[in-house]
């Protein structure tokens, strides 16, 4: 096996490992001879497929400075990252994320799946999480320190208003088109 296929091992055979960085979130490791992220700080994250009565998706638009520009993203956050949220469920943190970016409650939260963002680089994995009985309670927008914009786009218009942000500079994540597969088969019509 090439030291390319098992990450793991070392020249000398063993698991090395090096703390090549660290900050509040993320620390920056050698194993072997490769180099990846590890969270710290929070019990993954969490994403939400939120969908009004009226069949609007709720998204947000943030700027991301790592790309230099906005992305659209489905509302999400960190798990048990906020002092006084350690070990929060991710049910309970969905909810809270929900509320804080985009002003919704939702009567229910109920998790879909559990995957890795990007399994070559980190161990960070997202959950999905269905949200309905959506009740608007507040502004969203997210913290002060963030500066989150809400959109709620026609679940028979996302794809073409996605497109159309496409062309105009903006970035969207991929995970944004996953919830799409969720909203098309779960909402009702």
Same mark, same amino acid.
């Given at each position: ?27 920056l ?13 929070a ?5 939400l497929i ?33 002092? $006084?949220? /350690?070990? #929060?469920?991710?049910? =309970? ?7 804080? +970016?985009?002003?919704? !409650? *939702? ?34 927008? $997210?913290? /002060?320190? #963030?500066?989150?914009? =809400?959109h ?6 996302? +794809?073409?208003?996605? !497109? *159309? ?23 009702p019509?």
């Amino acid at each position: 096996m090439s030291d390319l296929s098992d990450p793991t091992s070392s020249a000398s055979g063993g698991r090395a490992e090096e703390i090549l960085g660290q900050g509040r979130f993320l620390r920056l490791l050698r194993r072997g001879k490769w180099e990846l992220v590890e969270r710290v700080g929070a019990d993954g994250a969490a994403a939400l497929i939120a969908v009004t009565d009226d069949r609007r998706l709720v998204l947000i638009s943030q700027p991301r400075p790592a790309l230099g520009g906005d992305v659209i993203e489905l509302p999400a956050g960190l798990i048990g990252d906020d002092p $006084g949220c /350690e070990g #929060e469920g991710g049910e =309970v943190a969905a909810a809270r994320e929900l509320t804080e +970016e985009t002003g919704y !409650a *939702a009567a229910v939260v109920e998790r879909l799946a559990i995957g890795p963002t990007s399994p070559g680089l980190t161990n960070e994995q997202i959950t999905l999480y269905w949200a309905s009985g959506l009740t608007k309670v507040g502004p969203g927008g $997210g913290l /002060e320190s #963030e500066s989150i914009t =809400v959109h709620e786009v026609p679940l028979d218009e996302v +794809e073409a208003w996605l !497109a *159309a942000r496409v062309r105009a500079g903006d970035h969207v994540d991929l995970k944004v088109y996953a919830g799409l597969y969720f909203a098309h088969a779960r909402a009702p019509r």
